[in-house]
């Protein structure tokens, strides 16, 4: 089985186990207690600190170890935002945070403070600008991911954190896709991170909080960890984590290197193999060992099951499944693509032959799973004209039907004529508008119907 899911979790790095297995006998104590027992478990906890801290290129004492990254943000967003409640509660994330961030700033909003989200361009990246004009005089915290965790699109952060800095706000940097591959540069304030996100163990996140950030920890109030983080430490865990990133930053730069020439040729190779695909993310500016495509006419739940099947553990960015409805916010907000989503995300490691396997299979499975659904087998063809204007029922049947319903049709309409297609589906919204850039074809716009929404696309070729 390939596992091509690292940016879900990325496998135990050999050094992680062997650094858990060894802190399980000698660091079992409390760290805050005096005895020899507790004095060795200080020791390992402190040494575990100070090892991370040089990773992330802080202090040790601006950082605090937290049960998960989910945490270390929660935890990092309510307390910068309490500590400047006198500049005000205005908060500022980007459209394509992580569910964490943007769960945190719905929680802010709740509870009456503002909030503004800056858009991405069609790579998901923010621009500096917008950002540097979202910022106002009661703006509280911004928060920026250093790479998007669905397309791997890499943000400029270093840009940002001037414009705020520049403007007397705190940065938040939710680091968890980039820290194992190196230090987030630029002037940040907080930042946040997950273990299991570089090969160390689940259950072990950080926070950072640099000297002179105005910072009131929520909650009720507790010793440990200058009490950021209540509770007793996982100290085995904590002692993995710290190993494994060091470990994982000594091999980063070649392996970036080798991670990237594979998930280029996934990139390159992929829209040749597979028609009617949209590789999406930035070309250039991204992380290693993460690539994203939206195959046109397919299911994207039926197509991971499919190719678990073949042997290859992949995710999607995209969420329209039976269970949920709705597609990824990241690709929303970046306005491409969002059926048929595939994220490859290689761990470090990975062999070439599981790659090119990849690609050998993939073809075919697209087209099995295209095939089921009744796809078009090739681009719309002309046929002779009938109607100006048609008409689709696609009510009550999900992505991506509502689109192959309207690639069967497009053909039928003269140029000029247009094709209106009714869809409850909320994926609609956006596969609908991208089939037609992908086509050539003008979208219209869209209007409330008695049920659901129409959608009305216009034949230009």
Known sequence: MAYFDAASAAPLHPVARQALLASLDEGWADPARLYREGRRARLLL?????????????????????????????????????????????????????????????????????????????????????????????????????????????????????????????????????????????????????????GGPSGV???????????????????????????FENLPAIVAAAASLRAVRAEAAAEAARLRELTERIRARVPDLVPDVEVVGDPARRLPGVVTFSCLYVDGETLLHELDRAGFSVSSGSSCTSSTLMPSHVLKAMGVLSEGNVRVSLPPGTPAEDVERFLEVLPGTVAAVRAKLGAPAAPETVRAAGSPDLVVDALGRRCPIPVIELAKVIGDVPVGGTVRVLSDDEAARLDIPAWCEMRGQEYVGEEPAERGTAYTVRRTS
């Open 46 to 198: 402190d040494a575990a600190r100070e090892a991370t801290a040089e990773c992330v290129g802080c202090r040790a004492d601006e950082l605090v170890f937290t049960p998960s990254g989910t945490r270390a943000v929660h935890s990092g967003v309510a307390g910068a935002l309490a500590g400047r409640r006198r500049t005000g509660s205005h908060l500022i994330v980007s459209s394509v945070e992580h569910s964490s961030v943007l769960h945190a700033a719905e929680a802010h909003e709740g509870g009456g403070g503002s909030l503004t989200q800056v858009p991405v361009d069609r790579t998901g990246a923010v621009d500096p600008a917008a950002y540097a004009a979202a910022l106002r005089e009661d703006t509280a915290l911004a928060c920026l991911q250093s790479a998007n965790h669905e397309v791997g699109t890499e943000q400029p952060v270093t840009e940002v954190a001037e414009a705020c800095r520049a403007a007397g706000v705190p940065l938040l940097v939710d680091a968890a896709q980039s820290l194992g591959w190196g230090r987030v540069e630029g002037d940040w304030s907080l930042l946040a991170a997950s273990a299991h996100k570089w």
């Open 205 to 231: 996140g950080l926070l950072v909080v640099r000297k002179g950030v105005r910072f009131a920890a929520q909650g009720p109030g507790d010793e440990r960890e200058s009490g950021r983080a209540p509770g």
